[in-house]
C-alpha cells in the first residue's frame, strides 16, 4: 500500500510487531507482495463493523486478538518472540479454505470467496507491474511473515514445520477468478 511512498513496505513500528500475508514471489522477482496484516486490519475492522472484531481475527487464549497484543513483549523488539506470536495467530487461518464465503478483513460482508478476493487483488498487482493477466495464474503461494520494530518482514516459521504458508495455493482462471488447483470440486461464489 504504501510501499513506494515511505520505502518501509508497512513494517511494524518501532516498538511493534505485525504479522502479515503476502503473495510469495507473485511477479518472479523473490519479493513479497501485500495482502493484509495485523494489527492494521483490526483498526480498519473497528471503523468498519467493530462487532466483526470477535467473530473474524484469531484468538490468544480465546479472546480475539487486541491491537494492544502487538506491543506486549517479554522481551522488547526480539524477532523470535514476534515470530512465535505470529505463529500463533497465522496458524489459526493457515488452513482456511479459498472456497469459502468466511467474513474476512478482505471480505467483511463475505460477498465472494476468499479465493475471488485474492484473485483480484493478484491481478491488480499484475497489471501495475506490467504483467500479463491473459491466462490467469496457477499454483501462487500465500504465505505469512513477521515485522519487527520497523526491521524487514521475515517468514514466520518453526524449527519443527519450517515456513508457515497457506494450505492451499492460489489459482485463478483467465477470468481472475478461483478455481481449486488440484482440480477438485469448489464454490465459486457466494
Same mark, same amino acid.
Given at each position: 500500500p504504501r510501499e513506494k511512498r515511505d520505502g518501509f513496505q508497512c513494517r511494524a513500528k518501532d516498538d511493534q510487531f505485525k504479522c502479515?500475508? !503476502? !503473495?510469495?514471489?507473485?511477479?518472479?522477482?523473490?519479493?513479497?507482495?501485500?495482502i493484509g496484516a495485523l494489527p492494521d486490519a483490526i483498526a480498519k475492522t473497528k471503523r468498519?463493523? +467493530?462487532?466483526?472484531?470477535?467473530?473474524? !481475527? +484469531?484468538? $490468544?487464549?480465546?479472546q480475539p486478538v487486541q491491537i494492544s497484543y502487538f506491543r506486549q513483549w517479554s522481551d522488547q523488539c526480539n524477532a523470535d518472540e514476534a515470530n512465535a506470536k505470529c505463529y500463533l495467530l497465522m496458524d489459526q487461518i493457515a488452513d482456511d @479454505?479459498?472456497?469459502?464465503?468466511?467474513?474476512t $478483513?478482505?471480505?467483511?460482508?463475505g460477498d465472494d470467496t476468499i479465493g475471488n478476493q485474492l484473485c483480484g487483488q493478484a491481478k491488480r498487482f499484475l497489471r501495475q507491474n506490467g504483467k500479463s493477466i491473459a491466462d490467469?495464474?496457477?499454483d501462487q503461494p500465500i504465505a505469512f511473515f513477521s515485522s519487527t520494530c520497523q526491521g524487514a518482514w521475515s517468514p514466520v516459521g518453526s524449527s519443527q514445520t519450517g515456513n508457515l504458508r497457506a494450505e492451499? @495455493?492460489?489459482?485463478?482462471?483467465?477470468?481472475?477468478?478461483?478455481?481449486k488447483c488440484d482440480g477438485g470440486d469448489f464454490r465459486d461464489s457466494c
Open positions: 502479515g500475508i !503476502f !503473495f510469495e514471489d507473485l511477479l518472479g522477482t523473490g519479493e513479497i507482495k501485500w468498519k463493523n +467493530p462487532e466483526l472484531v470477535n467473530k473474524i !481475527f +484469531p484468538k $490468544v487464549d480465546g @479454505r479459498l472456497d469459502s464465503c468466511k467474513k $478483513v478482505g471480505n467483511l460482508n490467469g495464474m496457477k492451499e @495455493r492460489l489459482c485463478c482462471d483467465s477470468s481472475w477468478k478461483y478455481y
